[in-house]
């Protein structure tokens, strides 16, 4: 599918979808075009049986992405009917990339900031490179971030460091961001990719059916109690246990050979 807008990539690799952000003039700075175009790369990605992961990432070497495009607020984000439809395609490109069955990784090399960092956490995992560097600027600017926003940054590293991040307004290094929970692993510029790569691959590798229901099982858990659908997580535990790859897996372990999942 040929990307809605230049200043986004798609691209597919063997079973990895990437979602570039370019607009490397601007840090990767995510205009509504961009916004907009996310759920469309994001659904045919999903569409794709070949796509086993998606990795989200920035061009240019110095961003993953610098939030949203600040210099469209006078005019998209200016009165409160616009807000609505901003704040409308901002949900929509996080929810979609938070809902998605493929596992999802940012790889993140540079600044992550504000919006950056929102879809950063609307993935799975982070992966960040040395020197990269992470904040929520949105004290400064005056704005709110919205509640399934700032949840999904609670989530992640807890009550007290997500009130550190938005009252500070700060950047925070690599090294705190670790520390915090708030990206996985760190590797030298140089490593960045292959390291993310080899992730991509071990879960290719792995049984699909059970890579999902772990998934969705363990965003469930983070809803509020009476929402947790307990008959939804039965379903796919009962799915996983009687499919084939878990036929294959016992197999492959006692003829001491790889397995071959099929995802079903
Ligand atoms: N929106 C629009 N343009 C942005 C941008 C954003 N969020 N972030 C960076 N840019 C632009 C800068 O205006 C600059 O453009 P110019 O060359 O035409 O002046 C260019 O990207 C390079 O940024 P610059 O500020 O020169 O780089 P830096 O390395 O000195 O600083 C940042 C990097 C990320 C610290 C700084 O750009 C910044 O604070 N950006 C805004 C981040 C932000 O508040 N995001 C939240 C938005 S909700």
């Known amino acids: 599918m040929p990307s809605p807008t230049t200043r986004m990539i798609a691209e597919k690799t063997g079973t990895i979808g990437w979602m570039i952000f370019n607009n490397p003039d601007r840090l990767n700075a995510v205009s509504l075009d961009m916004w907009q175009a996310v759920p469309k790369i994001i659904a045919d990605f999903e569409a794709d049986p070949e796509i086993k992961t998606i990795v989200l990432t920035g061009a240019g070497g110095k961003a993953f992405v610098a939030g949203a495009d600040i210099s469209q607020f006078e005019a998209q984000r200016g009165d409160p009917a616009s807000v609505v439809t901003y704040e409308d395609a901002t949900t929509l490109a996080f929810e979609t990339i938070a809902r998605a ?23 799975d995992l982070r992966f960040a490179s040395e020197g990269s560097t992470f904040g929520i600027p949105a004290a400064k600017l005056g704005l709110a971030y919205a ?12 009550p007290a460091f997500a009130k550190e991040i938005f009252f500070t307004a700060r950047r925070f290094t690599h090294d705190e961001a670790l520390a915090m929970g708030l990206i996985n692993r760190v590797f030298a510029r140089d490593a960045l990719k292959a390291e993310t790569l080899s992730l991509c691959e071990t879960i290719a590798d792995n049984a699909p059916l059970t890579v999902m229901t772990a998934k969705k099982i363990i965003d469930e858990t983070l809803k509020a109690p009476e929402n947790f659908d307990a008959a939804f997580c039965d379903q796919l535990i009962e799915r996983c246990f009687h499919s084939e790859d878990y036929a294959e897996g016992r197999t492959a372990f006692m003829e001491k050979r790889k397995a071959m999942f099929k995802g079903k």
């Open 147 to 158: 509640a399934s926003g700032t949840r999904r940054l609670v989530d992640v590293v807890g």
């Open 101 to 123: 069955e493929r596992p999802t990784i940012a790889m993140i090399d540079g600044y992550c900031i504000g919006g950056g960092l929102g879809i950063a956490l609307s993935c």
